[in-house]
């Protein structure tokens, strides 16, 4: 739900879409995103760009086992771009988002594009092994991460470089590129750890507020042609992701032609 304290209202959402993983037959299921007897009701999310009014539900499974001979089932992309509104993880889920055939290893290539909020319990798992998270939508849709996530590659697509991603409970995680296009990626006092390339475009900000913490692989290059700002009063620290190369230092890499803001 949100809330719009100009106006004294509480705007709720509710999913009209929420995995169920059966396949329509019982038993094993193919745990495909597109294959429409998967989601109660009988029918799949099909949008492929932002604006969506697709509010997806991951909820535990009814199926024991899907035909790679994993259990529960859980949801699995193919390479077509697929855009959701809001994303939420029920407890005890998980939400792997695998574009490609089970158990290839991250081999495949596609993009889960969330146009509005993710929302994830205490108990709630996600990772994505291969593709892109795209943080996506019009101007003024932020998008606000509840609960640690770890990503494969990241893209912050919003539009406006005043609109949002905000950290506000959990840290993030992105273990190949992390490509701040268009929109503020806001870290709200959490960690955000960029194990690959971390590229800050002329419409991208990197916001470190409060006692946020900036982690970059040891080997991983910062292209700031945007802006990195820290408020006034902030307290945030950069460094690098596990032990130190030699000498107690990191070896990652800053470079470009951006604005470093405080």
């Known amino acids: 739900s949100t809330t719009d304290a100009s106006q004294g209202r509480i705007t709720w959402s509710y999913p009209n879409f929420i995995w169920d993983g059966d396949n329509g037959v019982g038993g094993d299921s193919d745990g495909l995103w597109t294959t429409a007897a998967n989601w109660k009701g009988g029918s799949a999310p099909s ?3 932002c604006p969506s009014t697709d509010d997806i539900l991951i909820a535990t499974p009814s199926t024991n086992d899907c035909s790679g001979g994993t259990a529960p089932c859980w949801p699995r992309l193919d390479a077509t771009p697929r855009f959701i509104n809001n994303l939420t993880l029920a407890a005890g889920t998980q939400f792997t988002v695998d574009f490609g055939a089970l158990g290839d290893n991250g081999a495949g290539a596609g993009t889960l594009g969330i146009c509005g909020d993710f929302f ?3 108990t709630a798992t996600f990772t994505s092994t291969d593709g892109t998270i795209e ?3 019009a101007n003024g ?3 606000t991460l509840l609960g640690n996530a770890t990503f494969k590659a990241l893209r912050l697509n919003k539009g406006a470089a005043a609109t949002t991603l905000t950290l506000k409970s959990g840290d993030l995680t992105v273990n190949a590129t992390t490509n701040l296009d268009v929109g503020t990626l806001d870290l709200g006092g959490r960690t955000f750890t ?3 390339n971390l590229t800050i475009a002329a419409n991208g ?5 409060t006692v946020s913490t900036l982690k970059m692989g040891n080997t ?3 292209a700031i042609n945007g802006k990195l700002t820290s408020p006034s009063g902030s307290n945030p620290t950069i460094t690098g992701n596990g032990a130190p190369c030699t ?3 990191y070896a990652f890499t800053v470079s470009g032609a951006g604005a470093l803001v405080d």
């Open 205 to 209: 900000v990197l916001n470190l507020t």
């Open 247 to 249: 000498a107690g230092r």
């Open 141 to 143: 849709k932020d998008f």
């Open 47 to 49: 949008t492929a760009t």
């Open 194 to 196: 960029s194990l690959g």
């Open 220 to 222: 991983a290059t910062a």
């Open 135 to 137: 943080a996506a939508g």
């Open 120 to 122: 994830k319990s205490g």
